[in-house]
């Protein structure tokens, strides 16, 4: 039980990281792109990446989740570390959320425009982008 509470603390710590990464980048649009393009393209890709590791990893946890007993466990709060109850399912229910989905779709449409040069994690966006599990198909 123990090394289930130190892996789910440190699964939702790390999903809090990159939600103050999406947070950081999420004006990347108000950069003007006149003689800053680059600039404005890659705050984009930041939370870009942000946004899709967290629904491949909460994706991912998901789908190896099934037994009734560890879903329950990682519903529970941690008040100490500030995980409400019912986390997990929160998590689950966001995964197929239509505003996360329009992120990602728009997020998708918006990286295409982006020249392959200035994608330095180019690879891992792929990996995201192309994990069929990820949008249902």
Not at 34 to 39: F, K, T, V, Y
Request: avoid cysteine.
């Amino acid at each position: 039980m123990e090394e289930m509470e130190d892996f789910w603390i440190s699964y939702v710590e790390g999903l809090i990281e990159f939600d103050l990464i999406k947070s950081r980048y999420k004006s990347f649009y108000q950069i003007n792109s006149i003689g800053r393009q680059e600039l404005q393209q890659k705050a984009f890709l930041n939370g870009y990446t942000s946004l899709l590791s967290q629904h491949y990893y909460t994706l991912q946890i998901v789908k190896k989740t099934q037994n009734p007993d560890t879903i329950k466990f990682f519903n529970q709060s941690f008040p100490k570390y500030g995980i409400q109850q019912g986390t997990f399912d929160l998590l689950k229910n966001k995964l197929t959320a239509s505003n996360e989905l329009t992120r990602i779709n728009a997020g998708r449409v918006y990286y295409s425009t982006i020249p392959d040069q200035l994608i330095e994690n180019q690879k891992l966006i792929e990996k995201y982008l192309t994990n069929k599990a990820m949008f249902g198909n």
